[in-house]
């Protein structure tokens, strides 16, 4: 990867024979990460077209826009390059996998969206935000690491979500709010997050969403450093949808559930898990504080 810094996230031709992609070789050093910004809506891109498909999640109808990441970036059709552009353009499949999850808790009784403050984060296509919105939050925020996949995607999907005329729920006192930059210093525009690093009680998101966020092992350590900023203590819970292993670039659910355990911090339950053979097994996980 060091030669060639473009590569499919999900490839299965590289990593051990054992599925432990973890062990590979070292990530290779990253460019500076762009700085943490807040996009208005009003900034969203008139340059790019989008086109929207429909996309069906059980009894759920949502709609996904596409863009090129030519047209956006001026780079070849890729699932990211490290540093740069980290996937934000593609639908990945954790998404899907995360509204089905959400919509699952709260049919159980497990989960009310209704009133909470929501933080996604590697949000893309933004698929479980907007059913956090259609689900009653009172707040919604939505970060990518890169500030033109909010412009030209996001917003542009997230309005055309909730200008669909097939909607029966009001949004109109949702708060969304959208924040670029990488994990390490997101915190410092985000407006519930403790920038203190401390884990306490003095606000925070109440529910934490993430979809296909564990991928990069070097990242891990910001994002968890990220969420515990930003989640509410003591009642607040991360719905995480990632796969158990992502062949040739490190990352994964047992890697990053290992990570957690050692801190001692959060406790985290398996919701669902995901053998359709579309894929190596995808999981759901919930975190909470113990």
């Known amino acids: 990867m060091a030669t060639n810094p473009t590569f499919q996230l999900f490839s299965s031709s590289q990593g051990s024979g054992l599925g432990l992609g973890f062990l590979d ?41 596409r863009v090129s990441t030519k047209d ?40 009310s969206l209704s009133g909470k403050r929501v933080l996604e984060l590697g949000c893309g296509h933004s698929l479980p935000g907007i059913y956090a919105c259609l689900k009653g939050s009172d707040a919604v925020h939505f970060q990518d690491f890169n500030a033109e996949v909010l412009r030209c995607l996001t917003i542009p999907n997230l309005n055309a979500n909730l200008s669909d005329k097939s909607s029966s729920v009001s949004v109109d006192e949702t708060e969304v709010r959208f924040f670029g930059g990488d994990w390490s210093e997101v915190h410092q525009v985000l407006p519930l997050a403790n920038n203190d690093g401390e884990v306490d009680n003095k606000g925070g998101y109440d ?26 203590y003591p009642d607040g819970a991360v719905y995480m949808a990632a796969k158990k292993y992502y062949f040739g670039v490190g990352g994964g659910t047992r890697q990053f559930l290992s990570m957690i355990e050692k801190d001692g911090v959060l406790a985290s339950t398996l919701v669902s898990e995901v053998t359709d053979g579309s894929s190596n097994v995808r999981e759901v996980w919930k975190l909470s504080y113990k």
């Open 25 to 65: 070789s070292p990530e290779p050093a990253l460019p500076p990460p762009p700085p943490p910004v807040e996009v208005l809506s009003s900034e969203a891109s008139s340059s790019v077209d989008l086109a929207v498909d429909k996309v069906t999640i059980g009894d759920i109808t949502l709609l996904k826009g």
């Open 72 to 111: 956006v970036f001026g780079l070849p059709n890729s699932d990211l390059v490290p540093g740069v552009y980290e996937g934000g353009l593609k639908l990945w499949e954790g998404s899907i996998d995360l509204v089905k999850a959400l919509e699952k808790e709260s049919q159980s009784g497990n989960l």
């Open 207 to 232: 529910i934490i969403l993430m979809a296909e966020t564990i991928y990069s092992i070097s990242a891990q350590k910001s994002l968890y450093g990220l969420i515990k900023r930003c989640l509410v």
